[in-house]
């Protein structure tokens, strides 16, 4: 029972770190990622609302423009009928872009949501993104089943796969990939509520010749300068 207490919250503190990841963007990542999310948002609920005439992906942005006032919204049934006449390219190549997801590179998980919205003018909903699904799950399998063959333990001079890191690196870019249409409500509360939140003070390194103009020893710090 307690390992199993230790591993639970260690999968906890897994999955805030990865929350924090992905907020903490470029803020030209987190403008795109904002749009993205809230596109890919009401997509997906529009699937749940009415699951018989669910709204497609860019029919979510002709009726955003239409009531925006914006003009010209036949463009929207337009891209409708070109990517239909496509094939389901798109939903394989958003699964690999999910799976080239990591936490400094979240750029991909971001158009690999644009392009199994895109798939899924032709394929429709659920095989679009079960067939990205499919195609993130199958690459990390392949990758892990290579590791595997390879009975490479550590890495010494070269560049090797090694499976508990495919492992790692599957989970973190689908889980990274899973939370985009979340950004933008998770974004919104953090922002909300992060006026309130009393942060714990930090921890001040022991002074070093390295680290010049530090404190002669370990202390808390109070966040601003301390008068005499």
């Not at 496509?86 to 958003?94: R, T």
Request: charged content about 15%; glycine content about 12%.
């Amino acid at each position: 029972m307690p390992r199993t207490g230790v591993h639970v919250r260690a999968q906890r503190g897994e999955l805030a770190r990865l929350y924090r990841a992905a907020l903490n963007r470029p803020r030209w990542q987190q403008v795109l990622a904002f749009g993205v999310s809230l596109w890919t948002l009401a997509w997906i609920m529009g699937q749940f609302l009415t699951p018989q005439d669910g709204p497609t992906a860019l029919g979510v942005l002709g009726q955003l423009a239409a009531r925006l006032g914006l003009t010209g919204g036949s463009w929207a049934e337009r891209l409708t009928e070109t990517w239909q006449n496509s094939g389901g390219g798109f939903a394989l190549l958003g699964g690999l872009l999910w799976a080239a997801t990591t936490e400094r590179g979240q750029l991909p998980a971001l158009l690999g949501w644009v392009a199994v919205m895109l798939g899924s003018e032709r394929l429709g909903y659920q095989p679009a993104v079960l067939l990205a699904v499919v195609t993130l799950v199958g690459f990390v399998f392949v990758l892990w089943l290579a590791a595997a063959l390879t009975n490479c333990r550590f890495v010494d001079r070269r560049t090797t796969l090694l499976p508990r890191d495919v492992v790692r690196a599957g989970v973190t870019a689908a889980a990274l990939s899973a939370v985009v249409p979340l950004f933008a409500p998770a974004f919104f509360l953090t922002r909300l509520g992060n006026p309130y939140v009393t942060k714990a003070p930090r921890i001040l390194a022991r002074n070093t010749p390295d680290t010049p103009g530090a404190p002669d020893r370990d202390g808390w710090s109070q966040g601003r300068d301390q008068g005499p």
